[in-house]
């Protein structure tokens, strides 16, 4: 029930753009994205709920494609500050539980 | 500010023994979590409690338990049944489950077997 993310890490120079998709085997209420940093508690970053929706702010955004049952993280012209692993998290429509995704690290490198 | 509070940051445990990871939050929060989190991997979740003086199982209960006196406050108490305890430990809470908010966090506390 968990769901899948990938890439399982990726390392971009300072600029570049990364996606970070994820993945559930199961219909999707909502779909939430979190950063956190080496040693220290996730931050939320946002929510998108099921009916199709596109989020973003400053250089991050997210969509989430509910008849694919997935969702895109989109870093665009990364800074060394978005370095840090990043985890999904997803409720599900037939029950309200929650599951974290694996997790994707991304190294931002001058 | 608001927030949530974990204590202590660093906590050592000898084998057979039970220790208490506190767990307090300012945010007015209905729905509070503790979650595991092992090196290099994701969160998972150990108890829950949407409501003062109730808590369900996760998927990795065995081993702990917790209580929901006040609103305010969620411990976690490590059992020595728990085998392989060291690990690093978040808090979390949440206006309420399947509300459109996401998780807020403590900033955990890392427990060592010594």
């Known amino acids: 029930q968990q769901p899948v993310q990938s890439p399982q890490a990726v390392i971009l120079r300072e600029g570049e753009d990364a996606v970070i998709n994820c993945s559930s085997s199961?219909?999707?209420?909502?779909v939430h994205w979190y950063r956190q940093k080496h040693g220290e508690a996730p931050v939320f970053l946002m929510i998108l709920l099921k009916g199709g929706e596109q989020k973003g702010h400053d250089k991050i955004s997210a969509s989430f494609n509910e008849k694919k049952q997935q969702s895109s993280l989109y870093l665009t012209a990364s800074q060394l500050s978005y370095s840090g692993t990043y985890f999904c998290g997803t409720e599900y429509l037939s029950s309200n539980q929650f599951y974290f995704g694996t997790g994707t690290s991304l190294t931002v490198i001058p | 500010d608001g927030g949530i509070t974990q204590s202590p940051k660093y906590l050592f445990r000898k084998e057979g023994q039970n220790v208490t990871l506190s767990c307090e939050q300012n945010?007015?929060?209905?729905?509070m979590y503790w979650y595991r989190q092992d090196p290099g991997q994701g969160l998972r979740l150990i108890y829950y409690?949407?409501?003062?003086?109730?808590?369900q199982k996760g998927d990795i209960a065995e081993g702990y338990s917790v209580s929901r006196e006040k609103k305010e406050s969620f411990p976690l108490t490590v059992t020595s049944a728990q085998k392989n305890p060291t690990a690093f430990y978040l808090c979390a809470s949440r206006r309420g489950q399947g509300e459109n908010y996401g998780y807020t966090f403590g900033s955990g506390t890392r427990l060592t077997v010594v």
């Open positions: 199961k219909a999707l209420y909502s």
């Open positions: 945010l007015n929060h209905d729905a």
């Open positions: 409690s949407q409501i003062v003086n109730d808590f």
